[in-house]
């Protein structure tokens, strides 16, 4: 009889284990040392050196100091990004630099990429209504995307690169006019997005394309919006794959600088190479307050995360009479159907970020407009019957990044407004997926510290 119940209790845990679907995080199964650590990096001011440091959530008593590099021509640091496996940091360079820096966490192996071609690249991004995407990870680690354009080149072009880790090569994948400037892969790290403005003379098309990266071809190109008198900076952005990669979901233009052009989201279809118009909120021009003759205002943000291969969740702050009585909420969207389901009436979720191995989302609450929006926490929810229930919720920050075992979301706090997250770093927060529990880390540095996210940890650095 003891052997049958052993037997049976072996059988079901084996089924949990092989069922490859996501649950709810199990306390039981919470770990006493996280097998991650935190990294983040800074410039130090003259000297011109780039401290690359991590923190271990389980023992938040300091932070160790991992490597010390440059970038390349001494360039200002913009930003880092760690690759989904953990092993490798990119460092960006500010406006004006003209490498990358990759840095091997394990090893301190650093290798520039991009540099020898005499490229240039704008990573700090022109949209203010969405966060900039002009480079990528694929999930699985192999491969870094990202836009540039050629010294010499019109400003008006640039191109889609992408940036094989194992066999160190660079391989160009866009040849058209078009400014490309948001990147995105696909869950499968086949397909890569793109989005850009294309212009012949003085009128301009937002535009998507979709790049195979086994074929280096580009299979899909649409115009998703129509076309309109206006600069270079405003440009499609948050392009956002659904998990079976058959839709990608968009939005025409982020730039608040671009107040007269509409602004709606938009769903491509991969297969069909078909896109359609989801939201129409911004059709109708509404005069701008204290600004001469009729200059239109159109403000429409909008963010997704998808549920599953049909069914996303939508931010959307939106004005369609007038500019100071704006609606911010969070709705559940059936492709199939076009049924929109409201979640939340009084606020819009954005910054989606799901967790990879449990049935939860995280992501930052907002409502208003831009200029006076307000920020409100950050939130840990998990997905019941397609409604979402907080786990816990700390203040509004920027970053959001979770553990590859789906234990702990990192998320980093700023001294300055965070809508593009672009201030320095002042704070680091750990907030627990089966608890909610928030434990902050404030940093020691002072200078312009940059989020990195989370490496493997590195016993013969950390010493544990």
């Known amino acids: 009889m003891i052997k049958a119940i052993r037997f049976m209790l072996l059988c079901s845990l084996l089924v949990g284990t092989f069922a490859g679907q996501k649950s709810n995080p199990n306390p039981a199964n919470a770990q006493h040392t996280s097998p991650y650590h935190y990294a983040y990096v800074y410039q130090i001011p003259l000297r011109g050196k780039v401290v690359i440091k991590a923190v271990d959530p389980t023992y938040l008593t300091r932070s160790t100091q991992l490597y010390m590099t440059t970038l390349p021509d001494d360039a200002a640091l913009y930003g880092a990004l760690v690759s989904p496996d953990g092993q490798w940091i990119v460092l960006i360079p500010d406006v004006g630099g003209q490498s990358l820096r990759l840095v091997d966490v394990a090893t301190g192996e650093t290798r520039d990429i991009a540099g020898i071609l005499g490229l240039s690249h704008e990573f700090t991004g022109r949209t203010l209504l969405g966060q900039p995407q002009p480079l990528a990870w694929s999930p699985d680690g192999q491969a870094l995307a990202f836009t540039a354009f050629l010294i010499g080149q019109s400003s008006m072009v640039s191109d889609v690169f992408v940036y094989n880790v194992t066999g160190d090569t660079l391989v160009k994948l866009s040849n058209t006019p078009t400014r490309q400037q948001a990147v995105a892969w696909s869950p499968d790290s086949r397909y890569l997005a793109s989005?850009?403005?294309?212009?012949?003379?003085?009128?301009?098309?937002?535009?998507?394309?979709?790049?195979?990266?086994?074929?280096?071809?580009?299979?899909?190109?649409?115009t998703v919006a129509p076309a309109y008198q206006m600069s270079y900076e405003g440009t499609i952005c948050q392009l956002s794959w659904s998990p079976d990669a058959h839709y990608l979901s968009l939005v025409s233009s982020c730039d608040v600088a671009m107040q007269g052009v509409d602004k709606e989201l938009f769903l491509l279809d991969r297969v069909q190479g078909t896109v359609h118009q989801l939201t129409n909120y911004t059709q109708t021009a509404i005069q701008a307050p204290n600004a001469p003759g009729d200059y239109p205002l159109r403000w429409g943000i909008y963010d997704t995360g998808w549920l599953d291969a049909d069914t996303f969740f939508l931010g959307e702050t939106f004005a369609q009479t007038d500019v100071s009585n704006l609606t911010s909420q969070t709705v559940r969207y059936d492709v199939d159907t076009g049924e929109?389901?409201?979640?939340?009436?009084?606020?819009?979720?954005?910054?989606?970020?799901?967790?990879?191995?449990?049935?939860?989302?995280?992501?930052?609450?907002?409502?208003?407009?831009?200029?006076?929006?307000?920020?409100?926490?950050?939130?840990?929810?998990?997905?019941?019957?397609?409604?979402?229930?907080?786990?816990?919720?700390?203040?509004?920050?920027?970053?959001?990044?979770?553990?590859?075992?789906?234990?702990?979301?990192?998320?980093?706090?700023?001294?300055?407004?965070?809508?593009?997250?672009?201030?320095?770093?002042?704070?680091?927060?750990?907030?627990?997926?089966?608890?909610?529990?928030?434990?902050?880390?404030?940093?020691?540095?002072?200078?312009?510290?940059?989020?990195?996210?989370?490496?493997?940890?590195?016993?013969?650095?950390?010493g544990r």
């Open 195 to 222: 989005g850009g403005i294309a212009c012949h003379e003085t009128d301009c098309f937002a535009q998507v394309d979709i790049f195979d990266r086994v074929t280096q071809t580009r299979t899909v190109s649409q």
């Open 340 to 462: 929109r389901t409201i979640l939340r009436a009084d606020m819009m979720a954005e910054a989606w970020t799901p967790n990879p191995v449990y049935d939860q989302f995280a992501f930052r609450t907002a409502s208003g407009y831009p200029n006076g929006r307000t920020y409100h926490n950050v939130e840990i929810a998990s997905v019941e019957a397609g409604t979402l229930s907080t786990v816990g919720s700390g203040p509004a920050g920027c970053n959001l990044a979770w553990t590859p075992d789906g234990s702990t979301l990192a998320y980093t706090g700023h001294e300055q407004r965070i809508e593009n997250c672009s201030g320095p770093v002042r704070v680091l927060y750990f907030m627990d997926a089966t608890t909610g529990q928030l434990i902050s880390y404030p940093l020691a540095e002072t200078g312009d510290v940059r989020a990195g996210g989370w490496i493997k940890n590195q016993p013969d650095v950390f």
